[in-house]
Structures are given as C-alpha cells and as structure tokens.
C-alpha cells in the first residue's frame, strides 16, 4: 500500500524556471511532511520539512505548500540551477513516538542552461 | 562535523553468505533508523532504535534480517543467508531524538551474487 504518492517521475526544467513536484497522502494521521534531495552515490539530504499547522513554508529558493484539506503538499524551487539536479523525495511521519518515514517514490529533476 | 558514517561503502558477496553492515550516528544523536533503497521498492524503512531499545521493528523484512545497538552509538545491522533480492543500498540515518529531523549517511551498497 503506497500511502504517499509522488509525481512527476521525471522533470526538466530550464534554468531560472520554477520547479514543481507534487505528494499526497492517504494518512491523517501524517504531522511532519519533510523533503529529501539526493545526488547518485549518496545518502538524501535534508531540504526543507513542514507540520501541517502551517500552509507555507520558504526557506531560500525551496517552498512547501501544503493542503491539509485536500492532503496534498509540493515542493516549489525558484530559480532553478543545474546545481539543483538531483532526485527529490517527499516523505511523511506519524505523530511523536512514531518515526517511521514513508517516502514517495522520487522525482528526478533536471535543470537545463 | 562529522555525519553519519556507514561501512563498507560497497559489499559484494555470494548468495548465502552472512553480511554484517555498521552505522556511526552522528555524535550525540539518540535516535538511529535503517531503511532500504531499491529500485522496485523505493525507500523503505526497517528499524529504529531510541537508545539501545528497537520500539519499531515493522519494516524487517524476514527473520534473516537483525539489526543491534549498543552503547547508544554504533549499530549493526545483519542480514543471515543472504538472497538475491537482499540487493539494495542500506542506509543509516540518526537524529537528536524522537520527533527530530532525521539526517542519512551515504549507505552501503550490497550485492548478492
């Protein structure tokens, strides 16, 4: 059972443009949305994560709307580089005492010049 | 600062043999997980351990798979008579504690012959 559903699968995006990847979840129960970005060859590094007692979230260039309601929740990249080329995982987390991560299955973004 | 640290890096072995995989969190972190990269299952989660205790061993997935803490610090995760879906890259990741960011180390990658 695939309890957060990521899309799209790939992207390419110009450089300068904006980039957009998408979630949803299925468990209410879900409380701390966080956003992993991964090189080839190494482990997903943090970027940016949100509870769901706020709609936005921006630090830098990387943005996370999210919709309680309609339980969904994206990642926004302004300006996007070449440097930004990378996988993109969303993930999701039960309440305190509950650590288990639930990630999408990745976005595979591409900044092209 | 030094983060999580995983050895070896790379493991090859024949179908069968016994693998034993370390975790160095990061120094003070209480909080250790493991979880499973692959490219049909995507990111999955194992185990966790807060402390030395394991509150959540959900995500192993058959008794061929153990995994230890001890000392607070490094762990071990085990897989016995390895197969050849056991291929994967393991990753280790930590955190300051229940409901903290949860930061990875750069895996091992296992093969099974």
């Known amino acids: 059972q695939q309890q957060v559903k990521q899309s799209p699968q790939s992207l390419i995006v110009q450089k300068g443009g904006i980039s957009i990847i998408n979630c949803a979840y299925e468990n209410t129960a879900f409380d701390y949305f966080p956003w992993y970005q991964q090189f080839p060859g190494k482990g997903p590094a943090l970027l940016i994560a949100i509870r769901p007692d706020v709609s936005e979230k921006k630090e830098g260039r990387f943005t996370i709307s999210f919709n309680k309601s309609a339980k969904q929740f994206s990642l926004h990249i302004m300006d996007s580089q070449p440097g930004d080329s990378a996988t993109y995982f969303c993930a999701a987390k039960g309440l305190d005492g509950n650590e288990k991560l639930t990630f999408g299955t990745g976005t595979r973004l591409t900044i092209i010049p | 600062g030094a983060g999580v640290s995983q050895s070896p890096s790379n493991k090859v072995t024949e179908k069968g043999k016994d693998v034993e995989l370390r975790c160095d969190p990061i120094?003070?972190?209480?909080?250790l997980y493991w979880y499973r990269q692959s490219l049909g299952q995507g990111l999955e989660f194992l185990i966790y351990?807060?402390?030395?205790?394991?509150?959540?061993k959900s995500g192993l997935p058959s008794d061929r798979f153990s995994a230890e803490r001890t000392g607070g610090s490094v762990s071990t995760l085990t897989i016995q008579r390895t197969q050849q879906e056991d291929s994967a890259v393991y990753l280790c990741?930590?955190?300051?504690?229940?409901?903290?960011?949860?930061?990875f180390g750069d895996g091992t990658r296992l093969s099974i012959l």
């Open positions: 120094s003070g972190h209480t909080a």
């Open positions: 351990f807060q402390g030395n205790s394991a509150p959540d």
């Open positions: 990741a930590s955190s300051q504690g229940v409901g903290q960011p949860q930061h």
